[in-house]
Nanobody
Framework: QVQLAESGGGLVQPGGSLKLSCAAS????????RAWFRQAPGKEREFVAA????????YYADSAKGRFTISRDSATNTMYLQMDSLKPEDTAVYYC???????????????????WGQGTQVTVSS
């Protein structure tokens, strides 16, 4: 098991930026897919972005392309999500998730991830 802890959420105006962090309890970069998901009130949890095993490839949901950037710091076992040009529809609880069973075809399916953080609230409002 890997313990994950998100931070960095908050209230931001439309067009603003936030950077979320996900600290992992141990190094898993070569064994796990690492992803960000989000869940808005009354909606299902949805995929936002992910690293493949080893971190050589990144993937984004269409809603995140061009605005969000996923990155990592191997020295601290930390993953980040830089969110720019935020919109009200980005309002949600954001979760980081690690999965040892995830493959390319299941990357966007939250049920394949077995380690989750507690979530951090992002609210985009004027």
């Amino acid at each position: 098991q890997v313990q994950l802890a998100e931070s960095g959420g908050g209230l931001v105006q439309p067009g603003g930026s936030l950077k979320l962090s996900c600290a992992a309890s141990r190094r898993t970069f070569n064994s796990h897919f690492r992803a960000w998901f989000r869940q808005a009130p009354g909606k299902e949890r949805e995929f936002v972005a992910a690293f493949s095993r080893g971190g050589s490839n990144t993937y984004y949901a269409d809603s995140a392309k061009g605005r969000f950037t996923i990155s990592r710091d191997s020295a601290t076992n930390t993953m980040y999500l830089q969110m720019d040009s935020l919109k009200p529809e980005d309002t949600a609880v954001y979760y980081c998730a690690y999965g040892s069973r995830v493959i390319m075809s299941t990357m966007t399916d939250s049920s394949f991830y077995d380690n989750w953080g507690q979530g951090t609230q992002v609210t985009v409002s004027s």
